[in-house]
């Protein structure tokens, strides 16, 4: 991506953030025409990415080659973006106008707002972001040993949906309580052991894991069983078998228990893909 002459450095703070935040520390180049070859340390600030990602990411005066690939150029003028396009091989944010001429852009907007850095954020959200949660739509890793439990454990996932600094969490005791009345049918009993949450912040990974002990009905104690949420996917573990594997899409606030089989805490209709179960 490229941004040529802003205006301020907030401008480029609002890119690089969006960038940042939408596709992680790694996968993206910005490209900064016109505010001189250092990287200015108050942009590290302003945009609040690491200075590790800011040294590999944020380049400066240096325009990058489209190859033979599209080009599209942010202007609230432009030609609205449909749902599903193709992403370009270059988003070029011109303020001056000289750069979009030589490269033949293609004007697209996707809010109509004259203010360039927003519009070009939402542009990334649409055309580079977005497309990566399609991925898990058809919950193709999630598996239930039995389905009817599965439902109602996606469903439990999704009240259980916490943000915490910006991460995705699941709130321990929700997990727990529902471990607790599905396993109950099979003769088991669970008391939680440790909750152990990890997170990067310059990745932006998160892992939790809930270790809790199994017991049958006459209270000995049979086992372990462990609740693991990592990469947008809740596994659960009982005495060294896999007996869920949840796929979270938290942002729509979308679980699948099985492959097609998902629930919505929104009731979004129209989508096959999505039945509101």
Same mark, same amino acid.
């Given at each position: 991506?490229? +941004?040529?002459?802003? $205006?301020?450095?907030?401008?480029?703070?609002?890119?690089?953030?969006?960038?940042?935040?939408?596709?992680?520390?790694?996968?993206?180049?910005?490209?900064?025409?016109?505010?001189?070859?250092?990287?200015?340390?108050?942009?590290?600030?302003?945009?609040?990415?690491?200075?590790?990602?800011?040294?590999?990411?944020?380049?400066?005066?240096?325009?990058?080659?489209?190859?033979?690939?599209?080009?599209?150029?942010?202007?609230?003028?432009?030609?609205? +973006?449909?749902?599903?396009?193709?992403?370009?091989?270059?988003?070029?944010?011109?303020?001056?106008?000289?750069?979009?001429?030589?490269?033949?852009?293609?004007?697209?907007?996707?809010?109509?707002?004259?203010?360039?850095?927003?519009?070009?954020?939402?542009?990334?959200?649409?055309?580079?972001?977005?497309?990566?949660?399609?991925?898990?739509?058809?919950?193709?890793?999630?598996?239930?040993?039995?389905?009817?439990?599965?439902?109602?454990?996606?469903?439990?996932?999704?009240?259980? +949906?916490?943000?915490?600094?910006?991460?995705?969490?699941?709130?321990?005791?929700?997990?727990?309580?529902?471990?607790?009345? @599905?396993?109950?049918?099979?003769?088991?009993?669970?008391?939680?052991?440790?909750?152990?949450?990890?997170?990067?912040?310059?990745?932006?990974?998160?892992?939790?894991?809930?270790?809790?002990?199994?017991?049958?009905?006459?209270?000995?104690?049979?086992?372990?069983?462990?609740? @693991?949420?990592?990469?947008? /996917?809740?596994?659960?573990?009982?005495?060294?078998?896999?007996?869920?594997?949840?796929?979270?899409?938290?942002?729509?606030?979308?679980?699948?228990?099985? $492959?097609?089989?998902?629930?919505?805490?929104?009731?979004?209709?129209?989508?096959?893909?999505? $039945? /509101?179960?």
């Amino acid at each position: 991506m490229v +941004i040529a002459s802003p $205006p301020s450095l907030f401008d480029v703070a609002v890119v690089a953030r969006t960038l940042y935040t939408g596709l992680g520390p790694t996968g993206w180049r910005l490209h900064v025409v016109g505010m001189g070859r250092q990287l200015p340390l108050k942009l590290l600030t302003e945009a609040r990415i690491p200075v590790v990602v800011a040294r590999s990411n944020l380049i400066f005066d240096t325009i990058p080659s489209a190859g033979r690939g599209r080009v599209y150029a942010v202007d609230p003028r432009g030609r609205r +973006i449909k749902e599903n396009m193709e992403p370009p091989s270059m988003l070029l944010v011109d303020y001056s106008g000289a750069l979009r001429s030589a490269l033949d852009a293609e004007p697209v907007s996707a809010l109509g707002t004259p203010m360039l850095a927003y519009e070009a954020a939402v542009l990334i959200y649409a055309l580079y972001v977005k497309p990566r949660f399609r991925s898990i739509i058809e919950g193709k890793r999630a598996y239930s040993s039995d389905i009817r439990s599965g439902v109602y454990l996606a469903r439990k996932v999704l009240e259980a +949906i916490r943000v915490f600094d910006n991460y995705v969490l699941l709130e321990p005791s929700v997990i727990v309580h529902t471990l607790k009345r @599905v396993l109950l049918a099979r003769g088991m009993l669970l008391d939680p052991a440790e909750y152990i949450i990890e997170i990067d912040p310059i990745d932006g990974a998160t892992r939790q894991r809930i270790e809790m002990k199994v017991y049958d009905k006459r209270l000995r104690e049979r086992g372990h069983a462990r609740a @693991v949420f990592e990469d947008n /996917t809740l596994t659960i573990e009982c005495c060294n078998s896999v007996l869920f594997r949840i796929e979270v899409d938290a942002e729509h606030r979308r679980a699948c228990s099985a $492959p097609g089989l998902c629930v919505s805490s929104n009731n979004i209709h129209g989508d096959t893909l999505w $039945p /509101t179960l």
